[in-house]
């Protein structure tokens, strides 16, 4: 399946992993390369040694393509931002602001920029500063959210610019592939499936939470002050949810989700810790190998759109 983001990005399936935070290692990134996709290295809030140490992992277990994702809000962004150029990967998605500041560098080494937006604005702010793609992520989607969803993100990014756009949020089977098509985007990126990939380094306990989710248990905190995050619910949220109610400040907030995603994914607490996962999690039943994963949707996406 041909489309101008798998000959943007070299990759045989216009399929891309998200790069979630602590959960996107180099294991799981060049098992999805491997399989045809595009695979993402998760940088969050990681330091900058870190990422480089990620990429020289990816390139010793795969040749194919992959990315980083950068999220912008990381204290290291602008030295990680270098790394991605002295490493030479070639694609990286951004979140959490405006990577305007390095796409002269970045462009200079070759490398193909796609942000994540959750607006139309963003979209074409996005394509003005030169940006390769676009990634229109629905709230629907795991993590930090925006509010449109996908259904109605998705066509209104692809009406408004030029450039190739990626559809996210709510998508983990052929037909999301298949519908996300016809809604103007020319590839999906993924995240919840992955995390039950085989190849995935999150903890058991954590992926069976996301195997056992049903269409109703994930919940958005963070309303309140502007950072809406969806997860699976459990105590935690419970708790930050209560709390949120009552008018507690940010700071306060802040602590009790201070290291919780970690807790989740390596130390698999699914009771205190972050179950970042997207609506989509009830669609999610068992655990496969990444190649499994996107051969299974492509072949049901195919049948769908007729190819």
Request: proline share 3%; with cysteine.
């Amino acid at each position: 399946m041909n489309t101008r983001v798998t000959d943007l990005l070299g990759i045989k399936y216009p399929v891309i992993q998200g790069g979630m935070a602590w959960v996107a290692e180099y294991h799981l990134v060049a098992a999805v390369s491997e399989a045809g996709g595009l695979g993402i290295i998760g940088a969050g809030g990681a330091p900058a040694e870190f990422v480089r140490e990620q990429i020289r992992k990816v390139k010793e277990m795969t040749e194919k393509p992959f990315g980083v994702n950068l999220m912008l809000m990381n204290p290291q962004a602008d030295a990680i931002a270098q790394v991605i150029v002295e490493e030479g990967v070639k694609v990286v998605t951004t979140g959490a602001g405006n990577p305007g500041k390095y796409m002269a560098m970045w462009k200079e080494a070759g490398v193909r920029v796609i942000p994540v937006v959750a607006s139309v604005a963003m979209a074409k702010m996005m394509e003005r500063a030169g940006a390769d793609a676009v990634v229109a992520e629905g709230a629907e989607s795991g993590g930090h959210i925006g509010a449109a969803t996908t259904m109605t993100l998705v066509p209104q990014v692809a009406d408004a610019v030029s450039i190739p756009v990626i559809a996210a949020g709510g998508i983990a089977d052929g037909r999301g592939l298949a519908a996300s098509m016809m809604l103007g985007a020319e590839a999906v990126q993924m995240g919840t499936r992955f995390i039950v990939a085989k190849e995935s380094i999150v903890h058991d306990n954590y992926k069976k939470k996301v195997i056992a989710a049903k269409d109703i248990d994930s919940e958005v905190t963070g309303m309140s002050h502007g950072h809406p995050v969806r997860q699976l619910r459990n105590q935690m949220t419970r708790e930050y949810l209560k709390l949120e109610k009552g008018g507690a400040p940010f700071e306060e907030l802040e602590q009790l989700t201070l290291g919780a995603l970690r807790k989740a994914v390596v130390e698999g607490d699914v009771v205190n810790g972050t179950l970042m996962a997207g609506q989509i999690a009830g669609l999610v039943r068992k655990e496969q190998t990444c190649e499994e994963m996107i051969l299974e949707i492509m072949e049901q996406a195919e049948t769908l759109l007729k190819i």
